[in-house]
């Protein structure tokens, strides 16, 4: 029996408590933050007042003699170094160079012997600018007249998974492009029976992770050493790798327990700045961030998005077109992926046999942008969910039908050179329809809404592990996988303890430490089960195979006579457990067996995307006519996920993406006047609370096993977000009538729309 067909599960499948979860709300877990190395300094950054300026120059004298003051380190102190990192390219300075492109850019890093002193010494830094126009917006970066934020060629960086060219620094402001096509589009518009088009605006956001950034790196002869908050320590790795001109084995990274990432933790952050700061003072150094300077660190991308989408007589979607502008701000960071992946995700989970979608991303003078849980589908999701909702009430179709008459089908090659659906979302939708009441009377001035999306999933096939049996018949699980909160090191266990037939509490997990672990190529876009999962199971596999031969050779029979049977073997009539066979056959109670796998983009994994992330979302809300507040009643989610190794992590990842959604499509925006961040803080950016949560929440999983991660268990933990906005909006049409194409509804947009329809 293969382990797809594996039925009578013992241990997966289901909701054993999380692992790390009590030492993570008794304070006992040890983050980044709480650790201290011998000899350790402390590092505050000075950050660029302007947008964009040329820096004349920078008199730390002053600074470098306060007392407690290791060193200053500015971007011409670099000297021996590569100062340029970069995930897609490597365009970015990890101090400014020349000039700054962002109000709040690192200019200088004061090294001391605490964190107070070296904050005290920024003040002393002299740093003359000539101040450069600046743009802000994509449509400013187009004009013909705009600055050019990047006048130099950059080395290509460690991008993996990208199917396209990075165009990037090639003499104009545009980051990236990327168009997909195939079809008549010009025919089905002049055909159709009706056609929705609009203009649709996508905020700036914040990941709100409750750590921000942070790194310690202790560099010397024998090469960097680093701790830090990073999602994907392997890339990180690479870029030091690079900016230190080491081989890989001289850079270790090591991620201890993670505070929250959402995707903003993905790639390269402050960890080669913490390095040049140890490597110029001659100590381990610590750099952490406040959350107001992770607020002008790293960003969701913003999007301007131009949609038409057509319908035949028949309700049969025939065509869509989208012209997209996004905001990648001053650095690349990883916008190309997110404009790929934004591009491929305006199809939605639907057929649609005439496609136009053509995208770009621009550099601007504010903050970088980057990955953000969803991976530009929320972006897109707003609009294309918007003109389902309108298309069909032109054509005087309920949405929720329109939706299932237009649903793409299992194994349906819906998307030219894709892999074909692997989702079920006609009965996704029928589940989150009926847990809202989809059919029965709505109260005045509440709107019913269901919605969905359908993500080509961003994770990339390149994932290695081992896993110790040793000799008392425990394991450890060699992961390269972060602990970021989805319940990795409680899941993997489980996947282990299932396929070596012991108990649970037998395996333990070793993570995140590129010295030690097998390379994994990142943790994220709801990977971490998938592929991660499937080298786990393969590897415990590949351990049953070697302790087969090796107690052939204890019993002195032939390997074919062994019978596996639940957490040893059978011959006859004796029978050994792993413990048993692992001593006998090293005659001694210890030793081990290492069981290993490498997945690469071959086999049942040859085909992008490894998985179609599918969901769907479903609310009842209210609309407040004389303020213009929202509140949402009813919530409904639909994770369709294959099979939910721990189903109760899986609910937690879907309620936690919806509520994440929840909070773009209700408040939550980055706000630029001009050059300026005006509420990158705390207390000014609006984040969901408890109070905002809807009264009644309904969790569901739909599990198929029709994914090809271990046991048929494919991703989730994305999709819940990306129509949250779209069913916001929808919510509010269906309640009071207008129709809002911008994100976030807040009170005073949704009044004053209503106002303006009243004339």
């Avoid at 690349?332 to 046999?353: D, Q």
């Avoid at 996947?495 to 649970?504: D, M, P």
Wanted: contains cysteine.
């Amino acid at each position: 029996m293969s382990a797809q067909e594996k039925t009578d599960f013992s241990i997966v499948n289901h909701s054993i408590p999380r692992r790390d979860g009590r030492v993570k709300v008794t304070g006992r877990a040890q983050y980044v933050a709480d650790l201290k190395l011998i000899g350790m300094a402390y590092a505050k950054v000075l950050r660029s007042p302007y947008a964009h300026a040329k820096i004349i120059s920078i008199d730390k004298t002053k600074a470098e003699n306060h007392p407690g003051v290791y060193c200053v380190v500015t971007g011409f102190d670099l000297k021996g170094l590569n100062p340029y990192f970069g995930h897609a390219v490597k365009d970015h300075p990890l101090l400014a160079i020349d000039k700054v492109r962002y109000a709040g850019e690192p200019v200088a890093a004061v090294v001391a012997v605490d964190e107070r002193t070296a904050f005290e010494a920024l003040e002393f830094i002299d740093v003359k600018y000539e101040e450069l126009k600046g743009i802000f917006t994509p449509q400013e970066a187009l004009a013909k007249d705009a600055p050019l934020l990047h006048d130099r060629k950059f080395e290509a960086g460690a991008l993996r998974g990208f199917e396209g060219e990075v165009s990037a620094g090639k003499g104009s402001n545009i980051c990236q492009t990327h168009k997909i096509q195939w079809g008549d589009i010009d025919k089905a518009f002049k055909e159709a029976a009706a056609v929705i088009e609009g203009d649709y605006y996508f905020p700036m956001t914040y990941a709100y992770a409750m750590e921000p950034y942070v790194a310690i790196a202790d560099v010397t002869d024998q090469g960097v050493n680093i701790y830090s908050s990073a999602q994907h320590p392997f890339m990180v790795r690479h870029d030091l790798k690079t900016v230190f001109n080491l081989p890989v084995s001289k850079v270790r990274l090591m991620v201890p327990f993670v505070g929250g990432g959402y995707g903003s933790k993905s790639y390269t952050k402050v960890e080669p700045l913490a390095a040049a700061c140890s490597w110029k003072a001659k100590r381990p150094v610590k750099l952490q961030l406040t959350v107001e300077e992770a607020m002008l660190t790293t960003r969701s991308d913003d999007a301007y998005t131009w949609m038409r989408t057509a319908v035949d007589k028949n309700g049969k979607i025939i065509a869509r077109q989208a012209k997209i502008m996004m905001n990648t701000g001053a650095y690349a960071e990883n916008s190309p992926l997110v404009v790929e992946k934004s591009t491929n995700r305006c199809v939605g989970p639907y057929a649609i046999p005439n496609v136009l979608i053509e995208n770009m991303s621009l550099y601007t003078n504010t903050v970088p942008a980057s990955s953000y849980r969803g991976f530009g589908c929320a972006q897109v999701t707003l609009p294309g969910e918007s003109q389902i909702d309108e298309l069909a009430a032109k054509i005087g179709m309920d949405p929720y039908e329109f939706r299932q008459l237009n649903a793409a089908q299992p194994k349906q090659e819906f998307f030219p050179g894709m892999r074909p659906f692997d989702g079920t979302l006609k009965q996704d939708l029928e589940t989150a329809a009926k847990s809202i009441g989809w059919g029965t009377p709505v109260p005045k001035g509440h709107g019913r809404t269901v919605a969905c999306s359908g993500s080509d999933a961003g994770a990339y096939p390149l994932t290695s592990t081992a896993v110790r049996v040793h000799a008392d018949g425990s394991v450890t699980i060699m992961t390269g996988s972060t602990e970021l909160g989805q319940g990795s090191h409680t899941i993997l266990p489980q996947i282990a303890a299932e396929e070596l037939g012991i108990e649970y509490s037998e395996v333990n997990v070793v993570s995140s430490d590129t010295a030690i672990t097998p390379y994994d190529r990142s943790t994220g876009a709801s990977r971490t089960t998938t592929l991660m999962g499937s080298a786990v199971l393969e590897a415990c596999q590949e351990a049953i195979q070697q302790m087969v031969v090796m107690a052939a050779d204890v019993l002195k029979v032939k390997k074919e006579d062994i019978q596996v049977i639940k957490g040893g073997v059978r011959c006859g009539e004796a029978q050994l457990n792993w413990s048993q066979v692992i001593s006998k056959f090293y005659a001694l109670p210890d030793g081990e067996v290492i069981g290993r796998s490498y997945i690469r983009k071959s086999g049942r994994f040859a085909a992008l995307p490894v998985f179609w992330e599918t969901a769907a979302t479903a609310c009842e809300l209210s609309v407040d006519e004389d303020t213009g507040k929202i509140t949402v009643e009813k919530l409904a989610t639909v994770g369709d996920v294959g099979l939910a190794i721990n189903p109760a992590l899986a609910e937690g990842q879907d309620i936690g993406a919806a509520t994440m959604g929840l909070g773009i499509g209700l408040f939550e925006e980055l706000v630029y006047e001009g050059s300026q961040l005006m509420n990158g803080s705390i207390l000014d950016y609006r984040v969901p609370r408890f109070s905002d949560l809807p009264k009644e929440v309904e969790l569901h999983l739909v599990q198929n096993r029709d994914g090809v991660g271990p046991y048929g268990a494919k991703g989730g933990g994305e999709a819940s977000l990306n129509s949250m906005a779209a069913n916001i909006a929808n919510g509010v049409d269906k309640a009071v009538g207008v129709r809002i194409r911008q994100a976030p509804l807040t009170p005073e947009r949704v009044w004053r729309a209503m106002r303006e329809k009243k004339g």
